[in-house]
Nanobody
Framework: QVQLVESGGGLVQAGGSLRLSCVASGYAFGMRAMAWFRQAPGKEREFVAT????????YSADSVKGRFAISRDNAKSTINLQMNSLKPEDTAVYYC???????????????????WGQGTQVTVSS
C-alpha cells in the first residue's frame, strides 16, 4: 500500500521548535522528490519546502527561509522538517507530499505532487 504518514505536530509557544517527520511506504522512496505544504484555516494550501530524490538539492519558501530545514533519509524512507523560531502565523496543518514515480527534481508547484499524507496539526501560541 502506497502511503505517507506524518507525525510530530503539536502545540508550541512562539519562538519554539518542532520536528515533523513523514514516513513513506509502498514505493521506491528515492525515486521521487518530496515536499512539505501547509494549510491554515480559511486559506489555500501553500508550499513550504521541497527536496530532490537524492536529497542533494532543495529549497524553501521565503516565509520560512532561515527557520525551517527539510531533509531526507532514503534508507529509512523518511523526510523531516525541522522548524525553529516558530511564529503564530506558522499555525497550520502540515502535509507531506511526493511526486509521481521517477520525478526526482524538487518543485514548488502543488499540482506536481501525486501522493499526500493525512496531515499533522501545528499550533503556535503567542
Amino acid at each position: 500500500q502506497v502511503q505517507l504518514v506524518e507525525s510530530g505536530g503539536g502545540l508550541v509557544q512562539a519562538g519554539g521548535s518542532l520536528r515533523l517527520s513523514c514516513v513513506a511506504s509502498g514505493y521506491a522512496f528515492g525515486m521521487r522528490a518530496m515536499a512539505w505544504f501547509r494549510q491554515a484555516p480559511g486559506k489555500e494550501r501553500e508550499f513550504v519546502a521541497t527536496i530532490s530524490g537524492s536529497g542533494r538539492s532543495g529549497y524553501s519558501a521565503d516565509s520560512v527561509k532561515g527557520r525551517f530545514a527539510i531533509s531526507r533519509d532514503n534508507a529509512k524512507s523518511t523526510i523531516n522538517l525541522q522548524m525553529n523560531s516558530l511564529k503564530p502565523e506558522d499555525t497550520a496543518v502540515y502535509y507531506c507530499a511526493a511526486r509521481s514515480a521517477n520525478y526526482v527534481s524538487p518543485t514548488t508547484e502543488i499540482q506536481n505532487y501525486a501522493l499526500w499524507g493525512q496531515g499533522t496539526q501545528v499550533t503556535v501560541s503567542s
